[in-house]
């Protein structure tokens, strides 16, 4: 018998990056190709590229360069990497281009091959070629109305949506860890790695044009999943041991006008919140401009549903926001903040920032320090502008000289830094709901993040007072169980807490009584 054809699935970039893996690594597992973690170990190595910044596209031209190694190495009878495969959106962006720039690549695929991912790598790996695409706009594939584009969506590859239009029953042999395909919309995704947290797509593209972005060019117009997909995907995930679910997209505030109901996220996140096995489910990525005082109060005020609010401001001074296509000012801001505080004075904010655009002034670099100052924003990013072929703003004059973009980074990055390890402190002496992720460097440690806490991005909680055998049923490791916990200190943006015992929470596979703190679990 042939031994199986393994491939490795490099993942680069944000978190829908990584459900458009998992997706893949679905489609892949099943057609008979064994997942391994290691690229070394993989008869193909596909990198799931990032294309937004300069700096993601060197990471990405990186690790395209490192698994090529890899080949090179089997080359000389060490290893058995055969091919190297690009994917993703840096892929789906420059197509053909990419190709000839980087001939290490074996393939480089886009969006559409993903249906047939199985094929181009066997191609790929019998000594095929596959042409690479040439790039297009993809906003165009889809109708201009939101409301006449769930009819066109079928016909258009939207990576991360995991389902299978055309599998009307599960096959009987499904690999241990994939997704059932039982329904006309099943879900189609395997799991990579063991996390109690996953990322789940509420929709894919973008209808906003800011100035300084390229996203929806490649990665289409904004279209939503059916809340039933997102529903029976969460189902799935929590079967698989997940805890907590992070609905993301490129903005997740216009889920649903192409449903009918723009006001549809506020419907869906509490049925989100009642599937069983589910504690916690956070949402990111939310448009500053089109938040409803109504999705303010479902998520400050649902059970099981985090206070958190990743709010897009990208700056505060007027007319930097009008020059790069958004809208808002410091003190609408502000006030924005202000409304969401008055119904959940702990909720977790955070934000993203660009400084040295176009026409920026010292004047308007000091407006957004007035803003940072008064936000108190739990983790800020910071990043330099730099000009994206294909957006408005490349053709902006007014530029900013690169010493000046770089001096300005620093500086807004160093008072960024100062004012979210402020914010860490005011928690201390705050009772947090923390989910358990992982052992600590130190004995007796455990880590886990609280409802503030985005993965990857906004800090940890270091936890004292766990006993090992606080898991299920009081067995085994603590990690997936939801503890509650008292702050003693804090270390920049990242927390120290002593346990004061686990959390029941209703909806999550308890006896439904509202939630409860279990005493014995810190002993």
Not at 71 to 91: H, I, P, S, Y
Not at 457 to 464: A, E, H
Not at 468 to 483: H, I, K, L, N, Q
């Amino acid at each position: 018998m042939p031994e199986p054809r393994t491939v490795a699935l490099v993942t680069l970039g944000c978190a829908r990056n990584e459900v458009d893996s998992e997706e893949l690594a679905g489609r892949l597992a099943a057609d008979g190709w064994q997942l391994v973690e290691e690229a070394a170990e993989a008869d193909v190595a596909v990198v799931n590229t990032c294309g937004f910044v300069e700096a993601a596209k060197k990471d990405s031209v990186d690790a395209l360069l490192e698994a090529n190694d890899l080949k090179a190495q089997a080359r000389e009878g060490d290893g058995r990497t055969q091919a190297v495969v690009a994917v993703g959106c840096m892929a789906e962006r420059y197509g053909k281009e990419l190709a000839e720039a980087l001939p290490e690549a074996d393939g480089v695929l886009g969006f559409d091959d993903y249906a047939d991912i199985s094929g181009r790598l066997q191609t790929i790996l019998g000594g095929g070629v596959h042409a690479p695409h040439t790039p297009r706009d993809r906003r165009k594939l889809l109708p201009i109305s939101p409301a006449e584009r769930q009819d066109a969506g079928d016909g258009v590859a939207l990576p991360g949506h995991g389902t299978e239009p055309g599998l009307d029953e599960a096959p009987a042999d499904l690999p241990d860890g994939l997704a059932p395909a039982s329904g006309p919309r099943a879900p189609l995704r395997r799991r990579m790695g063991n996390s109690p947290v996953a990322s789940v797509k509420l929709a894919s593209g973008c209808d906003r044009r800011c100035s300084f972005c390229a996203i929806p060019s490649f990665r289409g117009s904004f279209i939503s999943r059916r809340p039933s997909d997102v529903l029976n995907e969460t189902r799935w995930l929590a079967e698989q041991g997940v805890k907590e679910i992070m609905l993301v997209s490129e903005n997740n505030t216009s889920y649903g006008k192409d449903l009918g109901d723009i006001r549809l996220l506020e419907s869906l996140l509490p049925e989100l919140a009642e599937v069983d096995g589910i504690e916690r489910v956070r949402v990111s990525y939310l448009q500053p401009a089109e938040l409803r005082p109504g999705l303010v109060d479902v998520l400050t005020g649902t059970e099981g549903v985090a206070p958190y609010f990743d709010l897009s401001f990208q700056h505060s001074a007027p007319g930097v926001l009008r020059a790069m296509r958004r809208f808002g000012d410091t003190d609408r801001f502000l006030e924005l903040l202000e409304m969401i505080r008055t119904r959940a004075p702990q909720a977790g904010v955070r934000s993203n920032f660009i400084v040295g655009f176009p026409g920026e002034t010292e004047e308007d670099v000091a407006e957004l320090e007035r803003f940072l100052t008064s936000a108190r924003l739990d983790a800020i990013g910071v990043f330099g502008y730099s000009d994206e072929e294909g957006t408005e703003a490349a053709g902006y004059e007014e530029k900013n000289d690169p010493e000046v973009v770089a001096a300005r980074l620093e500086r807004v990055s160093r008072l960024a830094e100062e004012l979210t390890a402020q914010r860490a402190e005011e928690r201390v002496g705050d009772t947090l709901r923390v989910l358990v992720e992982a052992a600590g460097e130190d004995e007796g440690t455990f880590v886990g993040r609280g409802e503030h806490q985005a993965p990857e991005t906004d800090g940890q909680v270091l936890l004292t007072g766990l006993a090992e055998d606080a898991g299920a049923e009081g067995r085994g490791s603590p990690v997936g169980r939801m503890v509650e916990a008292k702050v003693v200190a804090a270390e920049g943006v990242d927390l120290v807490a002593e346990v004061l015992g686990t959390v029941a929470v209703a909806g999550s596979g308890t006896d439904g009584a509202p939630a409860a703190v279990s005493e014995e679990a810190g002993q």
